[in-house]
């Protein structure tokens, strides 16, 4: 009886927990497709090696590598230890003990030998990341761009990790101890000694088996639903780049990064303003120049928002963050995403968006650090998930000078020399050949 | 200066084999003049048949097209395609990166379609066939060089050894900042930067990256881009150290220590 209980419970609780976890994903997704259309499918090959490079290999990453190593057992640890989870998913339904350990026989062992020593090393290095946060404060990490919520959030999944992986060590301790001590089904499915847990079962020796009962039921409960609370987190938090790392690879820009998006409405007005003879009768001018808000933005760059972690690798480059400048290409992406969750959020109240008197540029992200970009690629090159900022930065700047005419006094008079100098600055178009005439 | 010009050339039936991309900086800043001059000394030793657009070429666009004036660096792109294509330009060199990004990865879409080449690569290369003969002892062996990379040659189009493959027939003592090659820093002037003021901030850009060259311990700072010159340049004044650091260009290096 006490069995179908928790079966009902477990299957109540997985299926919640799934199910509020999709929903949440198809509402990003939804809000992602509000951005622009943009075609990304070219190139598949190199699309794919991109995904087995950057994201599986964590190519970027290596361009520090002891914290490559760190984050590479955080992340190995979390993806290969969810084979366990695997089981204790099928235990929980079937209402059966370690299904797998007569099934596997000795491949068993090792596979959980092989998971508690990634559990070591993922708390390990979890442990390492959190004095790096909170006690050594690299600068990225006490940038005022993680005020508030972020730098908690980074923290939080820091600490959920090491208690996951603490609560999987415990299970495995108690139920050696009590395997050990004959009892009960845990005698019934013995699966041996495993390495880690192996050396912590001494301090649960003294424990009645009552108590170790309760210890190991509560750390199996407590891992499975931490699992499933923490994968309801990672849509709300910074996290979720464990996800959206890997479609963020496969869509990754594949251009020179010194090339800009070209314009092509208007490429085609300039063209028939030279050559009227081609401009069709019924030729409309684009709606918008550039990017105001979310939705001017492309998919690409929404995807781009949702991927970033907040590293901070981006701003600790950035020439003008660097400078003391507003600009810091880490807020622009975390603008963005702010932006589109309210905008996501509006449009699920309303059906359709309904103005609320703001937009990502302006409100979110401010004309000084745009202007403060010098389009040098430094954060593009960093970021281990290929989000450009710059994309974003140049599209915001589009909008501001060709929608608002909003420009520094300065560029408006190196406009008008290159419109009628040929030159940015005001010299006269038939000195050009000067110099020709000069001595080396 | 003996220098072809394209129409010249074209009214007489020759077709030069590359068409040297002067850009503004080069054709109108004092400084970058030099450099033009510095590699149209090496064209001629070298005996490469090129010409220059002379008056009819123009700013490619490319600081409009940063600051957000999409119309402006439409026009001028148009502009441009339509001389060069008019003239059946197959192959253009630059010493501007700029110039060499735009031309080389935005005006193909345009219909401006060339192979472009920037100076540091052209450079290498002659090098490389044997055309650039060094001299038995040049002013700057055994110098300590420091090289910065310009952000629109290196990250943006991945040129970063033919600078210092360039920079090794000098047969100096060639040492890294502590940012270089993907993880250069900015000289501060890209983006159309190079037309404003700087944003207010604790310190400039270029003072930033001239304080990284300096603790080289170089004595000539190369570069290969007219604006990262200027920012270094004034950065080297800023410090008072104009008397024993020496910004200089690739090319200017190259003419100085070449047969």
Redesign the interface.
């Known amino acids: 009886m006490m069995h179908i209980v928790s079966q009902i419970i477990f299957i109540i609780a997985a299926a919640a927990g799934i199910g509020l976890f999709a929903k949440r994903i198809a509402g990003i997704r939804k809000n992602i497709l509000t951005g622009r259309d943009a075609d990304y499918a070219d190139q598949p090959l190199r699309r794919w090696k991109n995904v087995l490079l950057l994201a599986f290999g964590q190519k970027k990453m290596f ?1 520090n590598p002891l914290v490559a190593v760190l984050h590479f057992f955080v992340y190995a640890g979390f993806i290969i230890i969810n084979i366990e989870v695997l089981e204790i998913v099928l235990d929980g339904i079937l209402g059966t003990h370690r299904l797998f350990a007569p099934l596997l026989g000795s491949l068993y062992s090792f596979l959980i030998n092989a998971f508690e020593i990634l559990a070591v090393l993922v708390i390990v290095s979890c442990a390492v990341f959190l004095i790096r946060r909170n006690i050594i404060k690299l600068k990225r990490f006490i940038s005022k761009d993680l005020d508030g919520w972020p730098r908690s959030d980074a923290n939080y999944i820091l600490i959920t990790e090491i208690v996951l992986m603490l609560l999987f060590l415990t299970m495995n301790a108690t139920d050696l101890v009590l395997q050990e001590k004959g009892y009960g089904y845990y005698a019934e499915n013995p699966t041996g000694r495993f390495v880690v847990s192996g050396m912590l079962a001494p301090l649960y020796g003294s424990l009645s088996e009552a108590t170790l009962v309760v210890i190991e039921r509560s750390c199996w409960w407590l891992h499975i639903l931490g699992i499933l609370a923490f994968m309801n987190y990672l849509p709300y938090s910074k996290h979720l780049h464990i996800l959206l790392a890997f479609p963020n690879a496969y869509y990754a820009r594949l ?6 998006n ?2 092509p409405a ?2 085609k ?3 028939y303003a ?1 050559q009227p003879e081609l401009a069709p009768a019924d030729a409309v001018p684009p709606a918008r ?2 990017a105001r808000d979310v939705f001017d933005l492309s998919w690409r760059n929404l995807l781009d928002a949702y991927s970033c972690t907040e590293c901070g690798r981006c701003s600790a ?1 950035c ?2 963050t ?6 810091s290409p880490r807020k622009i992406m975390m603008d963005t995403r702010d932006r589109v969750e309210e905008t996501g959020k509006n449009i699920r109240l309303n059906g359709a968006f309904k103005d609320d008197g703001k937009t990502l540029l302006h409100n979110y992200i401010t004309v ?1 650090e745009l ?8 954060c ?2 960093e970021c281990p998930v290929s989000i450009s900022p710059l994309e974003i930065i ?1 599209e915001l ?6 929608e608002e005419s909003n ?2 006094q ?2 408006n ?3 008008s020399n ?2 009628n100098n ?4 005001q ?1 006269s ?5 000067k ?6 | 200066m003996k220098v072809p010009v394209m129409s010249e050339l074209y009214a007489n039936q020759e077709r030069p084999d590359i068409l040297f991309w002067v850009g503004c900086a080069g054709s109108f800043d004092q400084r970058a003049q030099k450099i033009t001059k510095a590699f149209v000394s090496i064209l001629n030793k070298v005996n490469v048949k090129y010409a220059i657009l002379g008056k009819e070429e123009a700013c490619t666009g490319d600081p409009a097209r940063r600051a957000g004036n999409e119309f402006l660096f439409q026009m001028m792109a148009y502009q441009n395609i339509q001389v060069m294509n008019s003239y059946e330009i197959k192959k253009i060199v630059t010493a501007c990166p700029h110039c060499f990004n735009i031309l080389k990865n935005e005006y193909p879409q345009l219909g401006g379609s060339y192979e472009v080449i920037h100076h540091a690569v052209f450079l290498q290369q002659l090098i490389d066939e044997g055309k650039i003969k060094m001299k038995e002892s040049g002013d700057f062996k055994g110098k300590r060089i420091t090289y910065h990379d310009s952000c629109y040659l290196g990250r943006a189009n991945n040129i970063y050894e033919a600078p210092r493959k360039v920079l090794e027939a000098l047969d100096a003592e060639l040492v890294e900042m502590k940012r270089c090659g993907s993880r250069g820093l900015c000289c501060g002037a890209g983006g159309a930067q190079m037309w404003k003021e700087e944003e207010k901030g604790s310190t400039r850009i270029n003072y930033e990256r001239t304080n990284q060259a300096m603790e080289t311990g170089a004595s000539v700072i190369a570069s290969a881009c007219p604006f990262c010159n200027t920012m270094l340049t004034d950065g080297v004044k800023n410090k008072e150290k104009e008397d024993s650091v020496q910004v200089l260009d690739i090319a200017e290096l190259i003419n100085a220590s070449m047969q």
Do not use: H, Y
Request: glycine share 8%; net charge negative.
């Open positions: 361009r251009l020179p990064k010194g090339e800009m070209n314009m208007v490429q007005e300039v063209l030279m120049f550039g480059a020439p003008a660097l400078t003391g400048k507003a600009l000084e202007r403060a970009c010098t389009t040098c690629n430094a593009v090159e140049l700047r589009r909008s501001l000078v060709m420009a520094p300065e560029w008079a190196m406009f290159i419109e040929f030159a940015p600055w010299f178009p038939g000195d050009r050949d110099w020709t005439g000069e001595t080396a």
